[in-house]
C-alpha cells in the first residue's frame, strides 16, 4: 500500500502500527483499508474512500467487499457519514475463486482508481446538493412516500441536518442528516441499515 494514500483507520500509510484494520486467524480474516489523500469533493462535501472485506475458509462466512465513501472514520473504526454503500457478497460454493476474479476484482479496481468511476461518483453528489426535494417539511415529507423511511426518521434527518448546517431542502442536506442521526442509534446493525438505506437514496432522481 506504501505510496498509494490507503492505509489502515486512525493511521497514515507511514504509520501502520498505530492502529490496525487487519485482522486474520486461522481460519478467518477482515481488511478495513481508508483513503483519505484522494478525496472526493462537490461543494462543500469532502469524502474520504474506504472499504471492508473479509473472508472465511471454512464456509462460515461469504467473501465480499463493502466500498464506501465516508465523512470520518474515528480509531475505534466506527464509520460516520458513510455514503454510496455498496456490496458485493460471494458464497462459498462450486467457482467461487472464478467470481472473485469475474466480479470482485473489477468492483474493487473501479472504486479504487477509476477516473470515470470518480466522475460518475462527482456527478452523483453534485446532483443531490442541486436536487431540492421540497421547500417546507411536509414537502418533504411527501417526497418520502413510498421510501423505506418512518416518520421519526424523517423528522430525525430534518432536524439534524438543520444542526449541522445543511441544507434538509435538498437530497443531499437530508441524506447529510440522516447519517448524522445514526451516530445517536445504540445498535450497530440499525446504524448500518440506515446509512444503507440513506446512501440509497443518492439513486434517486
Known amino acids: 500500500m506504501e505510496g498509494t494514500g490507503w492505509h489502515i483507520p486512525g493511521s497514515d500509510e507511514n504509520d501502520s502500527k498505530a492502529a490496525s484494520g487487519l485482522y486474520a486467524s486461522d481460519r478467518d480474516m ?39 465513501l465516508y465523512n470520518y472514520v474515528c480509531g475505534n473504526h466506527i464509520v460516520w457519514g458513510a455514503e454510496e454503500v455498496n456490496e458485493l457478497r460471494i458464497i462459498h460454493r462450486n467457482h467461487a475463486i472464478n467470481r472473485f476474479y469475474s466480479r470482485a476484482l473489477p468492483v474493487l479496481n473501479r472504486f479504487v482508481e477509476n477516473r470515470v468511476e470518480s466522475e460518475r461518483i462527482k456527478q452523483q453528489i453534485s446532483h443531490a446538493v442541486y436536487n431540492r426535494i421540497g421547500d417546507t417539511f411536509e414537502q418533504v415529507q411527501t417526497w418520502f412516500r413510498n421510501r423505506p423511511f418512518n416518520r421519526k426518521e424523517i423528522t430525525q434527518a430534518w432536524e439534524t441536518s438543520q444542526a449541522e448546517g445543511n441544507e434538509p431542502t435538498t437530497l443531499w442536506g437530508i441524506v447529510q442528516g440522516l447519517t448524522a442521526y445514526v451516530r445517536n442509534l445504540a445498535h450497530l446493525d440499525c446504524r448500518v441499515d440506515l446509512e444503507r438505506r440513506a446512501g440509497a437514496l443518492l439513486n434517486q432522481q
Open 30 to 68: 477482515f481488511v478495513f483499508l481508508v483513503n483519505d489523500k484522494n478525496l472526493v469533493e462537490v461543494g462543500n462535501a469532502r469524502l474520504g474512500r474506504g472499504f471492508f472485506c473479509w473472508n472465511s475458509e471454512t464456509g462460515a462466512a461469504s467473501f465480499g467487499p463493502t466500498t464506501f
